[in-house]
């Protein structure tokens, strides 16, 4: 299988954790590439992602139809980068499987001890990001579609990325309070804008590590190849036997420390803007519901 990997270019970097459609907790942040250890990070709100859809809500309703518009547009801008599994290599019957945790699990969820895609605080989000990949034919995996792991990323570039959940985080002009997010927030570099009271929670923090895979070289992730090698080192001989020729999942990105330990941002600047003030379309779309038109089948 071709090593596929995931250049950093000057087009956009989207990072979406994505939640099931219920909980309206999705969050989206967006970051951009350069030459500079100093980049701006965009956190959006309002976005067809983060709304509320019970069980049930016709697959016709609007909200999904916004949010398939969403996804085709942001992929019209550059890549996304999702905290959601993607390729799930057979799940839940994958072929030559020998032990009961392949039935559950692909190799790196078990190296990075993430949860089983399957499992019921994932499969809904699961069985979300796959709707929404079958239904845009300009989405492809590992080209501008990836998936990534902000608890891994964290614990590689930091060596922490635990205890931050369903916590919240302030800044107050020089610095973040508010316990284990804070923390990890100010280790990253990241810097709120000076208006008062700007805050961060658990979700939008994960959608800015995940945006960022897409703007740091080459040397700061962890993917294709390497990721096999890491994946294979991981496990021990019988069970390296009952893996995938390519045990990586297609598609799958993490960050990593460069050879020299070092974090190429000095600064990352965190604002928030809305959805119809992000997205020229959907600003159409608030004055005219009749131009609906990024939607793709």
Known sequence: M?????STDETWSYGLDLAGYSTGKSALARAKGGANDSIDVDVVLGHPFAKKVLGATSL?????KQELDAFVWILRQGRLFIDVPVDLQGLPNPANADYVWQLTQRAVDRMFGGLAPLADRLGAPVARMARLL????SARLGQNVFETYPAQSLK?????????KRQSCKWHGNGWSGGKLATLAQGLGLKGPKEVNFALDDDEFDAIVCA???VVKDDHRLEGGQLCDEVAKYFSQP???ALPDWPAPKGYVVLRPSDDKSWPFKKIQVRKVTWPDFNPVAQTAVGDKSSHQPQEA
């Open 134 to 137: 079958a239904r845009c034919q």
């Open 60 to 64: 016709q309703h609007d909200d999904l």
């Open 156 to 164: 590689n570039i930091l060596a922490d990325g635990d205890g931050y």
């Open 2 to 6: 071709p090593v596929e990997t995931c």
């Open 239 to 241: 069970e390296r036997a």
């Open 212 to 214: 960022l895979c897409g």
